[in-house]
């Protein structure tokens, strides 16, 4: 008798994730929220939180241990996928030419909630961090957990409403550039400090990365003719060259010390801009990974996720981390943008806007749980606050902004017209 094909339960686990996750990322898009939190969600309801509890046989069925793995690795893959394109379309000359506002209220946003989740990781150190992990960088990576704002579901919520191309959306997006490039600089170090084990490694870690980055900026001329002569020739030659590029500086990032995640960024940052085969390719990439595979990754969060098992006082701490991650976050935003001479409800709408956590937050939490900084326990912490969070900003928004003509959707434009200023370019016009 041949033994069982190790292939069959993935061939079922997979596309009933997948399945799954589309079907909750729309129901949940009906509410006015982003699909990643019905993808979560998702992950939560097929996970021991709750059919692991309900009927595990069947749990156990159709997620077998043996396959946890597979989706995962392939969660994974869409997420450097992913975390490539964001890099990618990160627009650099927004944060060269940002004022002094943005960077105001971008510095409010991260140094606050750094401050306030570091005083509370150091009270949780000795109850809620991993055994051997130092106090270092356990305190460094729960406050930077803390600092996230979700750059890619923030522009998803100001698309959605129409409000991307507005002052508020154009600012808030670019305080949300501007704080997550601080946030994954202080990630590596995190990283790098729990990875190594020594502040001198962690150093040495610091500075591979940053010869790493440079050498792909120095190199993004060459990069420039190599993808433009293969573009000629054919956009396929396009697309294997940008996968091998970013699962490759990925993997030299992990063999430094640092996350593969940053690799894939760094490499997103560094393609040249303005080519069509490259943005074909990347049209591409997004395609197929963001929609059909990277679903898997936010699943795997929800996998991991034991509600059930939280224990009984450990729920106080839940409330710490939820009430420390709003003040902080939504305190240090709205109160830099009060400095900068806004009203109190446009400075509470940015406030809001940058607790928006989301995906960056849970691919933060996700690294974290794989080099083993936050325990299981934690990690389900953390994640039942960026859910919490980033569910809430859009029924803010819907009270914040009505009847507010700043906060208004951009007016549709006519070819050739020109609509002149309306009330929403500027914070200050219609007080």
Not at 87 to 103: C, F, I, Q, S
Not at 120 to 143: D, K, Q
Not at 272 to 299: D, T
Not at 400 to 427: F, H, I, T, V
Request: net charge positive; with cysteine.
């Amino acid at each position: 008798m041949l033994p069982p094909d190790p292939l069959l339960p993935v061939l079922l686990a997979v596309p009933a994730v997948m399945l799954a996750c589309h079907v909750g990322g729309r129901a949940i898009r009906r509410i006015g929220q982003p699909p990643v939190i019905g993808e979560i969600l998702v992950g939560i309801l097929l996970g021991p939180s709750l059919l692991g509890w309900l009927a595990p046989d069947l749990q156990h069925h159709l997620l077998p241990p043996a396959v946890l793995p597979v989706v995962s690795a392939l969660g994974s893959l869409a997420l450097l996928t992913f975390l490539f394109l964001i890099g990618a379309e990160l627009d650099l000359h927004t944060l060269r030419n940002a004022r002094h506002a943005v960077v105001t209220v971008s510095l409010g946003s991260i140094l606050l909630p750094l401050a306030l989740g570091a005083a509370l990781a150091l009270t949780m150190y000795p109850t809620l961090a991993p055994n051997g992990v130092g106090r270092a960088p356990f305190v460094l990576f729960v406050a930077v957990a803390l600092s996230i704002t979700a750059f890619p579901v923030l522009a998803r919520v100001l698309a959605d409403r129409n409000l991307e191309t507005t002052y508020l959306g154009a600012f808030v997006m670019a305080c949300a550039a501007i704080n997550d490039a601080i946030a994954w600089c202080l990630l590596t170090a995190a990283i790098a400090l729990s990875t190594t084990g020594s502040p001198l490694s962690a150093l040495a870690a610091a500075a591979l990365t940053a010869a790493l980055a440079t050498a792909l900026v120095l190199l993004r001329p060459a990069m420039r003719k190599l993808l433009a002569s293969a573009g000629r020739s054919s956009d396929e030659f396009v697309l294997v060259i940008l996968c091998a590029g970013l699962f490759l500086t990925a993997y030299t990032t992990d063999q430094i010390g640092v996350h593969p995640a940053l690799g894939a960024f760094l490499f997103g940052v560094a393609i040249p801009r303005g080519l069509a085969p490259v943005e074909r390719s990347a049209a591409r990439i997004r395609a197929v990974f963001v929609p059909v595979l990277l679903p898997l990754y936010f699943a795997d969060i929800g996998l991991r996720t034991d509600i059930a098992n939280l224990p009984a006082g450990q729920w106080g701490w839940a409330m710490a981390v939820l009430a420390v991650a709003v003040v902080g976050k939504w305190g240090g935003a709205a109160g830099a943008a009060r400095l900068t001479g806004v009203d109190w409800r446009w400075a509470a709408t940015i406030g809001t806007l940058m607790n928006c956590r989301g995906v960056t937050e849970l691919v933060v939490l996700g690294i974290g749980l794989q080099i083993g900084v936050i325990t299981p326990h934690l990690f389900t912490i953390l994640v039942l606050m960026a859910v919490v969070t980033t569910a809430a900003t859009a029924p803010l928004l819907n009270r914040l902004g009505a009847a507010d003509p700043r906060m208004s959707p951009a007016p549709r434009r006519r070819e050739g017209s020109d609509p002149g200023p309306s009330a929403s370019d500027n914070p200050k016009a219609a007080r």
